[in-house]
Protein backbone atom coordinates (compact mmCIF):
# COMPACT_ATOMS: atom_id res chain seq x y z
CA UNK A 1 0.00 0.00 0.00
CA UNK A 2 1.31 3.06 -1.22
CA UNK A 3 2.14 5.61 1.77
CA UNK A 4 -0.79 8.22 2.23
CA UNK A 5 0.00 11.89 2.30
CA UNK A 6 0.96 14.04 5.47
CA UNK A 7 -1.68 16.21 6.46
CA UNK A 8 -0.81 20.09 6.19
CA UNK A 9 1.05 21.56 8.90
CA UNK A 10 0.93 18.05 11.10
CA UNK A 11 4.07 16.83 12.33
CA UNK A 12 5.71 14.37 14.80
CA UNK A 13 7.66 17.03 16.59
CA UNK A 14 8.02 15.97 20.29
CA UNK A 15 5.93 12.63 19.76
CA UNK A 16 7.42 9.69 20.25
CA UNK A 17 4.96 7.04 21.25
CA UNK A 18 5.06 5.25 18.08
CA UNK A 19 8.97 4.38 20.12
CA UNK A 20 7.07 2.84 22.44
CA UNK A 21 3.81 0.87 21.31
CA UNK A 22 5.00 -0.59 18.35
CA UNK A 23 6.72 -3.55 18.13
CA UNK A 24 9.97 -3.20 15.81
CA UNK A 25 11.17 -6.86 14.67
CA UNK A 26 14.30 -5.52 12.87
CA UNK A 27 15.84 -5.01 16.04
CA UNK A 28 13.36 -7.37 18.08
CA UNK A 29 12.14 -4.48 20.15
CA UNK A 30 8.38 -5.81 21.17
CA UNK A 31 5.53 -3.76 21.88
CA UNK A 32 4.75 -1.97 24.81
CA UNK A 33 8.66 -1.11 25.56
CA UNK A 34 10.74 1.75 25.20
CA UNK A 35 12.87 1.59 22.18
CA UNK A 36 16.53 1.55 23.35
CA UNK A 37 17.57 4.69 20.57
CA UNK A 38 14.46 6.65 21.27
CA UNK A 39 14.85 9.84 23.62
CA UNK A 40 11.22 10.17 24.33
CA UNK A 41 9.89 13.93 23.34
CA UNK A 42 13.43 14.31 21.49
CA UNK A 43 13.28 12.03 18.97
CA UNK A 44 15.76 8.92 17.73
CA UNK A 45 19.19 9.07 18.42
CA UNK A 46 19.78 7.15 15.34
CA UNK A 47 17.53 8.93 12.94
CA UNK A 48 19.48 8.72 9.58
CA UNK A 49 20.24 5.24 10.49
CA UNK A 50 16.77 4.02 12.25
CA UNK A 51 15.25 1.04 11.03
CA UNK A 52 13.44 0.79 7.86
CA UNK A 53 10.18 0.07 9.33
CA UNK A 54 10.66 3.11 11.19
CA UNK A 55 11.42 4.69 8.23
CA UNK A 56 8.15 4.07 6.15
CA UNK A 57 6.32 4.36 9.49
CA UNK A 58 3.38 6.84 9.44
CA UNK A 59 0.89 7.06 12.07
CA UNK A 60 -3.04 8.07 11.02
CA UNK A 61 -2.54 11.06 13.27
CA UNK A 62 -0.25 12.24 10.10
CA UNK A 63 -2.45 11.21 7.42
CA UNK A 64 -6.00 11.53 8.52
CA UNK A 65 -7.17 15.07 8.44
CA UNK A 66 -10.47 13.21 10.53
CA UNK A 67 -8.90 12.95 14.04
CA UNK A 68 -7.97 16.35 15.83
CA UNK A 69 -5.44 17.30 18.07
CA UNK A 70 -6.26 15.24 21.11
CA UNK A 71 -5.42 12.35 18.51
CA UNK A 72 -2.00 13.26 18.82
CA UNK A 73 -0.62 9.96 19.73
CA UNK A 74 1.63 11.94 22.62
CA UNK A 75 -1.91 13.15 24.21
CA UNK A 76 -4.39 10.22 23.10
CA UNK A 77 -1.61 7.81 24.29
CA UNK A 78 -2.64 5.77 21.54
CA UNK A 79 -1.59 5.20 18.19
CA UNK A 80 -3.60 4.42 15.46
CA UNK A 81 -2.38 2.86 12.10
CA UNK A 82 -3.94 0.61 9.31
CA UNK A 83 -2.79 -2.96 8.61
CA UNK A 84 -3.22 -5.70 6.43
CA UNK A 85 -3.42 -3.76 3.65
CA UNK A 86 -5.26 -1.10 5.22
CA UNK A 87 -8.03 -4.30 5.83
CA UNK A 88 -7.83 -3.52 9.38
CA UNK A 89 -7.55 0.20 11.89
CA UNK A 90 -5.37 -0.98 14.72
CA UNK A 91 -5.29 1.20 17.76
CA UNK A 92 -2.20 0.92 19.49
CA UNK A 93 -2.50 1.92 23.33
CA UNK A 94 0.56 2.99 25.92
CA UNK A 95 -0.12 0.42 28.71
CA UNK A 96 0.51 2.58 31.40
CA UNK A 97 -3.30 3.94 30.63
CA UNK A 98 -4.63 0.88 29.11
CA UNK A 99 -8.37 1.44 29.24
CA UNK A 100 -7.45 5.10 27.50
CA UNK A 101 -8.86 4.24 24.50
CA UNK A 102 -12.37 3.42 26.12
CA UNK A 103 -12.36 7.41 27.02
CA UNK A 104 -14.36 10.12 24.83
CA UNK A 105 -13.53 10.92 22.12
CA UNK A 106 -11.73 8.04 21.23
CA UNK A 107 -14.33 5.07 22.04
CA UNK A 108 -16.74 7.13 20.18
CA UNK A 109 -14.85 7.15 17.21
CA UNK A 110 -13.45 3.47 17.87
CA UNK A 111 -17.29 2.11 17.63
CA UNK A 112 -18.05 4.18 14.44
CA UNK A 113 -14.70 2.60 12.72
CA UNK A 114 -16.36 -0.81 13.59
CA UNK A 115 -19.55 0.14 12.01
CA UNK A 116 -17.88 1.21 9.10
CA UNK A 117 -15.47 -2.16 8.71
CA UNK A 118 -18.60 -4.62 9.74
CA UNK A 119 -19.89 -3.45 5.98
CA UNK A 120 -16.75 -4.25 4.62
CA UNK A 121 -15.94 -7.56 6.47
CA UNK A 122 -12.71 -5.73 7.87
CA UNK A 123 -11.73 -5.39 11.71
CA UNK A 124 -10.51 -2.90 14.34
CA UNK A 125 -7.98 -4.17 16.29
CA UNK A 126 -6.93 -2.57 19.98
CA UNK A 127 -3.32 -3.57 21.14
CA UNK A 128 -1.87 -3.46 24.31
CA UNK A 129 1.52 -4.67 24.61
CA UNK A 130 0.95 -8.44 23.17
CA UNK A 131 -2.79 -7.98 24.23
CA UNK A 132 -5.23 -7.90 21.38
CA UNK A 133 -8.76 -7.35 21.41
CA UNK A 134 -11.35 -6.82 18.42
CA UNK A 135 -14.05 -4.32 18.69
CA UNK A 136 -17.58 -4.54 16.52
CA UNK A 137 -20.51 -2.47 17.01
CA UNK A 138 -21.95 -4.46 19.60
CA UNK A 139 -19.12 -5.57 21.40
CA UNK A 140 -15.70 -6.84 21.84
CA UNK A 141 -13.18 -10.17 21.23
CA UNK A 142 -10.70 -9.94 23.84
CA UNK A 143 -8.02 -12.34 22.17
CA UNK A 144 -5.12 -12.05 25.46
CA UNK A 145 -2.06 -11.89 24.93
CA UNK A 146 -0.66 -12.89 20.79
CA UNK A 147 2.57 -14.37 19.92
CA UNK A 148 5.09 -14.28 17.45
CA UNK A 149 3.06 -15.34 14.13
CA UNK A 150 0.02 -15.84 15.81
CA UNK A 151 -2.88 -14.26 13.11
CA UNK A 152 -6.55 -12.96 14.22
CA UNK A 153 -9.79 -14.61 12.36
CA UNK A 154 -13.71 -13.91 12.41
CA UNK A 155 -16.74 -15.54 11.64
CA UNK A 156 -20.38 -14.76 11.95
CA UNK A 157 -22.49 -17.13 14.14
CA UNK A 158 -25.74 -17.26 15.14
CA UNK A 159 -26.61 -16.38 17.96
CA UNK A 160 -30.61 -16.11 20.04
CA UNK A 161 -30.08 -12.30 19.38
CA UNK A 162 -29.82 -13.04 15.70
CA UNK A 163 -25.77 -13.49 13.71
CA UNK A 164 -23.30 -12.20 15.53
CA UNK A 165 -19.60 -11.47 14.28
CA UNK A 166 -16.65 -12.85 16.56
CA UNK A 167 -12.85 -12.59 16.78
CA UNK A 168 -10.42 -15.59 17.78
CA UNK A 169 -6.71 -16.16 17.63
CA UNK A 170 -5.10 -18.51 15.45
CA UNK A 171 -1.74 -19.68 16.64
CA UNK A 172 1.04 -19.75 14.39
CA UNK A 173 1.30 -23.27 13.90
CA UNK A 174 -2.49 -24.11 13.08
CA UNK A 175 -4.23 -23.55 9.88
CA UNK A 176 -7.68 -22.41 9.08
Known amino acids: MPPLPIVEGRSCGSCTLCCKVMKIAEIDKPPGRWCAQCRPGGGCAIYPRRPGECRDFTCAFLTNPELGEDWRPDRAKLVVTLEGDGRMVAVHVDASQPDRWRRRPFFDKIKQWARLAERDDRLVLVRIGN????????????????????????RRRMTPAGPRREAFRIPRDESI
Open 131 to 154: RALVVFPDGESDLGPMEEGDRIGA
